[in-house]
């Protein structure tokens, strides 16, 4: 009975709090993910929109628009920040690439070995990022601000509807869905296979009908699309790229904050940034088991077979460094954070393991 009123007590007094914070509020943000309530991004905005609520003491509210409400592609979402008319959004890096094409970096695949590593490489302060949120600055007149990257998904690992893919030569001849961008494309055709554009919402029937044999996509996208339905049932964990996902904040917005605020959103986009990292890792392993479960192939490469992996890719690094704007400075900047996070990570793993 008193730990029932200790609780009932507790969410009248949040219900409270979040009514008093809502009239108090001097400053809305208006933060859009195109995404829905099952994605990692919406965790993000949560975690993000309480935690600035209650840190500001109430100053800042921060109103949530998920799904296509304020913008519907990522061109549009960077203008809507660009303009002002949005406070803060989310993209991946293909739906930001168009006005910031260095972002591809993230796309480079067998840079960052494991989530450990992605995640020191990835923390604001490392090079990497301060070298992006510097370029996002000049590349768009000091509209942007990149607050933070988190992840999207977990990793993009190869899948297919005809075999298990073990090596690269497995790949050989094998139509591979992507998105309509170079990199994409250039790292399937280094790997033997055959690029195919083709748009997510058509993406079920073309595996039905064998306009496609494969992918590359995180596991909780392959289960929530229902895609083993339409064939796929091959999934090699190579573990290609890391799926980040980019925040973005209108950066007039930002700057007419007071310092005090401006903290609290900085901390806030920290919170964020851990609930996208660790999100995909809870909801991987129901969708790996669900994948098992109906029958699903997941083949793990050895350590020799991913770094043949790594080996016929290895081309992708040099056509992006000279195709793409800003694409050298990404590319070492990336390099150098992974870099120095494993040297980092392996002084932790070994006093770890006295």
Not at 89 to 98: E, K
Not at 246 to 274: I, T
Not at 333 to 349: D, G, H, K, M, Q
């Amino acid at each position: 009975m008193f730990k029932g009123s200790l609780k009932k007590a507790a969410v009248a007094a949040a219900i409270a709090l979040s009514a008093t914070a809502a009239q108090a509020a001097d400053i809305t943000l208006r933060a859009t993910a195109n995404s829905n309530e099952n994605d990692e991004d919406y965790d993000g905005l949560v975690v993000f929109k309480n935690y600035v609520e209650a840190a500001s003491n109430g100053a800042i509210e921060v109103e949530l628009f998920i799904g296509t409400q304020l913008c519907s592609n990522g061109t549009e979402c960077l203008q809507g920040v660009a303009d002002g008319t949005i406070d803060v959004v989310i993209q991946t890096s293909g739906g930001t690439s168009g006005l910031f094409p260095f972002v591809q970096v993230l796309d480079l695949p067998y840079l960052m070995a494991d989530d450990r590593v992605a995640e020191a490489a990835l923390a604001n302060g490392s090079e990497f990022i301060t070298t992006m949120q510097q370029m996002v600055r000049e590349g768009s007149g000091d509209a942007i601000r990149l607050m933070t990257i988190g992840n999207t998904g977990g990793w993009r690992n190869f899948a297919n509807t005809k075999r298990r893919i073990a090596n690269p030569s497995d790949m050989e001849g094998l139509k591979i869905r992507t998105v309509v961008a170079d990199l994409p494309q250039e790292l399937v055709k280094a790997l033997g296979a055959s690029p195919t554009p083709i748009p997510w919402p058509e993406l079920f029937t073309s595996f039905q009908t064998g306009v496609v044999e494969g992918s590359k996509n995180g596991i909780t996208d392959i289960m929530n699309m229902k895609f083993p339905d339409a064939g796929l049932q091959y999934v090699t964990l190579d573990g290609h790229a890391y799926m980040g996902a980019l925040w973005f904040m209108n950066n007039e917005r930002f700057s007419g904050l007071s310092d005090e605020l401006k903290q609290v959103v900085v901390d806030g986009f920290y919170q964020l940034q851990q609930a996208t990292f660790a999100s995909p890792k809870r909801k991987s392993i129901q969708a790996y088991s669900d994948f098992v479960a109906g029958g699903g192939d997941l083949y793990v490469p050895t350590p020799d077979q991913k770094a043949a992996f790594r080996e016929a890719a290895s081309p992708v690094y040099d056509w992006f460094k000279q195709n793409v704007d800003g694409g050298e400075a990404a590319f070492d900047a990336l390099v150098s954070s992974v870099e120095t996070a494993e040297a980092a990570l392996s002084a932790v793993r070994a006093a770890d393991m006295q």
